[in-house]
């Protein structure tokens, strides 16, 4: 009997994930226009493309020194052609493989370093790509879950009883979450940062830079709320000045602790009147104090420079797994992106708390004039990042009809059951009539 | 007993008098809006309830049952919970039995908003005329350890879970066979928990076992009174900690005539409640501290519920004779 429950239980499995992966067009309705499922031919495609990108790529990409394209990958954002057909972009046009070929931004290094996440050779875009802020070290590879995992996705370390939450985030290089490398330092950049704290002061303390780079960027975190950490790099090339911000958000809740300190920081300010440029996650109207963003939601992000939206700001989202969207913020600075489902794996592989990394970058150029180290400049070129973590949705692999199945099928079962049993259990009716006078 | 004033013995009589079925009824309505719908006012009392208040009701929970806080701390890695995460274990644990003492078992009995909708399918039962089911003494002694088991369960798995030994899917894993998971959602129009999560083996056995326990859970309530009390492993975890409790239900032996009227009123079909005649301390392991025994039962102050010692309510003749044929119904 037990090995017939087996085989049913099998079979439930194997016809649930058959009929999952086969029926794309539902799923695609499920998750929204950019959630669905890619068929295999699609795949087969992408991937086609992709290896002819990457080969014309590798032909074309030549060592060259560190400071050479020192904008490329500015105009490789607006310039990249795109690969259609990827589900999930509401402007088919303009998705790319942020992995694949067509990078001047990694013109700059070696091949091997561009590809395998190893140390680019100089800081800043040129030699990397942007420069942003992550939870994770290159070398952990996907979904890592090492270490103390929390704080809105991002993971964690330090701390203990009584102690506060140390948080470490390392400065990284590149517009790939997966084969970003170290940022190094560059010897011509001047590099601030700020770390805004949920009760310290609106425009922040400068953290202590770390020694040596792989160590990460590491702070306490006290009390409740969200704390910002800003990496300000500015560089004049030619009258060129580039003004990068590499920006991380890291929410610190737990779920003791004081009522109303959680709810000062979920409310709290979340931008800087003193960055250059930057991006700002806009809060859900139901979100609290442990978010989780989802594939398939739809996410916005304001674009503010000194505190105030600004217009025509290039914003490009880069998902875990190399796919990419532009867009261009609106009057308010907003832009809005779906949250692309970039996670197949084989079924027995499938981790549903699977924390996958978007990076997103932000680009504006201005006509402002001045002098920086004592050199005029005429135009400043801005761009920001904003690194976060995404999950799978809740409902992947989630059947209602099977449970509805199973559930009639059990609750029948054992209506009949126990409706059969009383019933076999009634004994006629039997009268014996006793005659006193007998 | 010292002679109490006429106006609180007044209010004793008023109270013993009670039509208890009715009171217990509105009672358990208001538990049940209070800590289902609750939350859309914005109560909360935690996460270390001692009774159902399903974690799962996202919206509209009031507060949040503890044994999903203590499988998940149980859950976590050795390392942290053998620490000092071990005392966020131990605090939780603390507020989670100052809790328990103020009512005791009759959290179960007046509060647990899945022990609500069991009586609540009793009565619909009964309305449609058909009969009950009933466990034999042998099905009873089997049965009643079953509860045990399932909190030696919960606490294991979760402990193996934090080894390494068992897969993350399978938490919490009393949550996830729980009826309430499906059923508490369910009244606040979420349906999301009425589904099998395929996206590993583990999830997928733990959660077809929730819907089938949920199943039957419909089926044996409706056809035996508090049937998933009888397997609860709060109720298990309740008994455990009792001693020190609050409430407690006592009787007087020998003020008994051993007429079985509390037996026959008994959801949980206690036979000592009847049998006992030594114990002044007559709960068991299985009782839900409904009080339909005090109510039902004819003989003054042979039954009785104390709080602190101080009698709160009392089986009384006169109490009984008024609430005949309207409040407690013999058999059904």
Redesign the interface.
């Known amino acids: 009997m037990s090995k017939l429950y087996l085989c049913a239980?099998a079979l439930?499995?194997t016809l649930?994930?058959n009929g999952?992966c086969e029926d794309a067009p539902a799923a695609e309705k499920r998750f929204g226009q950019g959630g669905g499922r890619p068929s295999e031919a699609q795949i087969a495609e992408w991937r086609a493309k992709r290896e002819a990108r990457e080969g014309q790529a590798a032909t074309a990409d030549a060592p060259s020194p560190a400071g050479s394209g020192a904008h490329g990958d500015m105009s490789a954002m607006s310039g990249m052609t795109g690969m259609a057909g990827m589900p999930g972009m509401k402007d088919e046009g303009s998705l790319r493989s942020g992995r694949s070929g067509g990078k001047p931004s990694m013109k700059g290094m070696p091949e091997g370093a561009a590809r395998s996440g190893g140390r680019p050779s100089g800081m800043g875009m040129r030699s990397g790509g942007a420069l942003w802020l992550s939870d994770t070290p290159p070398m952990r590879g996907d979904g890592a879950r090492g270490g103390r995992s929390g704080m809105a996705g991002m993971d964690m370390s330090g701390g203990?009883?009584?102690k506060p939450a140390v948080k470490r985030l390392w400065l990284r290089a590149g517009n790939d979450p997966q084969r970003s490398g170290f940022a190094q330092e560059d010897a011509d950049a001047q590099v601030e940062t700020l770390l805004v704290t949920p009760d310290g002061k609106p425009e922040g303390e400068p953290l202590p830079s770390a020694s040596d780079d792989r160590k990460g960027l590491s702070f306490e975190m006290p009390v409740q709320g969200f704390y910002r950490l800003y990496l300000t790099s500015r560089k004049l090339q030619g009258d060129i000045l580039n003004v990068n911000v590499a920006k991380a958000e890291v929410a610190n809740f737990g779920?003791g602790g004081d009522v109303e300190e959680a709810a000062r920081g979920l409310q709290a300010t979340r931008y800087s009147e003193s960055a250059p440029l930057e991006i700002v996650r806009e809060r859900k109207p139901d979100e609290r104090k442990f978010f989780q963003l989802k594939s398939g939601e739809d996410q916005v992000f304001i674009v503010l420079k000194k505190g105030l939206p600004l217009q025509g700001a290039r914003v490009r989202m880069v998902s875990y797994q190399g796919w990419s969207k532009e867009e261009v913020s609106d009057e308010q600075g907003r832009v809005s992106f779906q949250i692309v489902r970039d996670y197949f794996p084989p079924w027995?592989e499938?981790e549903?708390?699977f924390k996958a990394t978007y990076l997103l970058i932000a680009e504006a150029n201005a006509a402002e004039t001045g002098k920086y180290q004592d050199k005029p400049y005429t135009s400043v070129r801005y761009q920001a990042s904003l690194s976060g973590n995404y999950y799978p949705s809740p409902t992947?692999?989630?059947?209602?009809a099977?449970?509805?199945g199973?559930?009639?099928?059990?609750?029948l079962f054992?209506?009949v059951a126990?409706y059969l049993y009383r019933r076999r259990r009634v004994k006629p009716y039997q009268e014996e009539r006793f005659h006193e006078g007998k | 007993m010292k002679a109490s004033s006429p106006r609180l013995q007044a209010l004793r009589d008023a109270v013993n008098h009670v039509h208890f079925n009715r009171f217990r009824f509105w009672f358990q309505l208001a538990a049940f809006v209070l800590f289902v719908y609750g939350g859309y006012l914005a109560i909360d009392l935690g996460?270390r309830l001692p009774f159902f208040a399903c974690g799962y009701n996202q919206e509209g929970r009031a507060g949040v049952c503890y044994l999903l806080?203590l499988q998940h701390q149980l859950s976590l890695p050795w390392a942290r919970l053998f620490?000092?995460?071990g005392?966020a274990v131990l605090t939780g644990f603390l507020i989670f039995a100052l809790w328990f003492i103020f009512l005791n078992k009759g959290w179960c009995g007046f509060i647990c908003p899945l022990g609500t909708i069991q009586d609540w399918l009793t009565s619909l039962r009964r309305r449609l005329g058909i009969r009950y089911?009933t466990y034999s003494h042998g099905q009873f002694a089997q049965l009643t350890k079953v509860k045990y088991l399932l909190l030696a369960l919960m606490i294991l798995i979760p402990l193996g879970i934090g080894g390494g030994l068992f897969s993350?899917?399978m938490s919490p894993p009393f949550c996830l066979i729980c009826p309430a998971r499906m059923i508490l959602p369910m009244f606040t129009g979420d349906?999301s928990q009425?589904?099998?999560?395929?996206?590993?083996?583990a999830?997928?056995?733990m959660?077809?076992l929730g819907?089938?326990i949920?199943?039957?859970f419909?089926?044996?309530s409706f056809?035996k009174k508090r049937f998933f009390c009888f397997f609860c492993p709060m109720s298990a975890l309740h008994y455990l900690i009792s001693k020190p409790a609050l409430l407690k239900l006592k009787k007087d032996g020998s003020k008994c005539t051993r007429c079985g009227d509390c037996y026959n009123v008994c959801d949980m079909e206690i036979k000592e409640i009847a049998d006992d005649i030594k114990n002044t301390n007559i709960m068991t392991d299985d009782c839900t501290m409904c009080l339909k025994c005090v109510a039902s039962c004819p003989e003054t102050g042979a039954l009785k519920a104390t709080f602190a010692g101080i009698p709160i309510f009392e089986s009384t003749e006169a109490g009984f004779i008024k609430r005949m044929g309207k409040g407690v119904q013999h058999g059904k």
């Open positions: 239980i439930l499995a649930s994930i999952y203990g009883w009584g779920h027995n499938f549903k708390r992947d692999y989630l059947s209602y099977w449970a509805l199973v559930g009639m099928a059990i609750l054992c209506g126990v | 996460s806080p620490s000092y995460a005392i089911s993350h899917s349906f009425f589904t099998i999560d395929f996206s590993s083996s999830a997928m056995v959660t077809a819907i089938s949920t199943a039957l419909l089926v044996g056809v």
